[in-house]
């Protein structure tokens, strides 16, 4: 049964998280907030929910380790599965922001992660921390309007919807992203003991893999479209939001206690996949992600979903 849980937690999340997205971004339209924005940080926010929900309740169900190793996990599989599978479909044009702004902000907050957890707990200070640091980056970005690419990922016919769509929308996500969250961190408890395994095991691979489903989706579908606005930037922007909105706003409600395992195990593996995309994005063909450097992301994620596992 659980597994059976894990995956309809899976399909509720995925549901939640593309009906905030719609309704989220159907309100910023009406209040005529300006693409670059809606892009940045109204569906940041949105696709960085399910992430939140489920560490908010992993860390109010005692097990820390999964609110932790979820955001660890996820942006571990941003990278490694997500833009892995990405480039193998479709080839990535990287830009020079990703050099000058995008790649070494996400590594700061990658450090920033790594420096918290050394005395095995992430406290409420330093939640504030992230999450200003957070606010900070927004403000930035929107103060420099780097906006080139967002026009493209945001649905104008979603200005045309009505009220009372936008709050069945809101009401449906509400309702996904809560039993969703609690199928998930339940199966997942359930499933790490009859596995004989540890919870930031569980965490870390298939629930973090399961809150980036929504994620990979959207992207799958925007390739389909052969829409434009898909970029390294974009994965970027999802683990920075995961790190200063999700960790941030979770340690803020209640301090993270972090296991000894976290710490050695799975945080080098987030700063390595971090340096990882910056040698490919760098190596001939450089300011490119193809098939091949996209093989090779995918097989450094198998390679640790099996190291973890082992």
Known sequence: ??????????????????????????????????????????????TSLPELIVSISAAYKGSPSIALNNIIGSNIANIGLVLSVISISTLIVIEKSFYKKDWPIMFIFTIMLFVFTLDLIISQLDGLVMFFCLLVFIYYFISKKQHKNLDNEVNEKLVKSSGFKI????????????YGAEFLVDGAVDFAKKMNVSEAVISVSI???????????????????????????????????NIGLVLGITSLLKPI??????????????????????????????????????????????YFILYTFS
């Open 257 to 302: 206690q972090v296991d000894s395992e976290i710490l050695y195990r799975d945080i080098p593996w987030v700063i390595a996949f971090s340096v990882l995309i910056l040698i490919l994005a760098l190596l001939p063909k450089k300011n490119s992600i193809g098939k091949a450097k996209g093989f090779l992301m995918l097989l450094a994620y198998i």
């Open 1 to 46: 049964m659980s597994l059976f849980y894990i995956f309809l937690g899976f399909f509720l999340l995925v549901i939640g998280g593309e009906f905030i997205i719609r309704a989220s971004v159907s309100i910023s339209l009406k209040f005529k907030l300006p693409k670059f924005i809606i892009g940045m940080t109204v569906m940041a926010f949105a």
């Open 207 to 241: 629930v973090a893999i399961g809150t980036s489903i929504p994620e990979l989706a959207a992207s799958l579908i925007a390739i389909i479209k052969k829409e434009k606005g898909l970029s390294v930037g974009n994965i970027i922007g999802s683990n920075i939001f």
């Open 167 to 178: 709050i069945l929308w809101l009401f449906i996500s509400a309702l996904s992203l809560f």
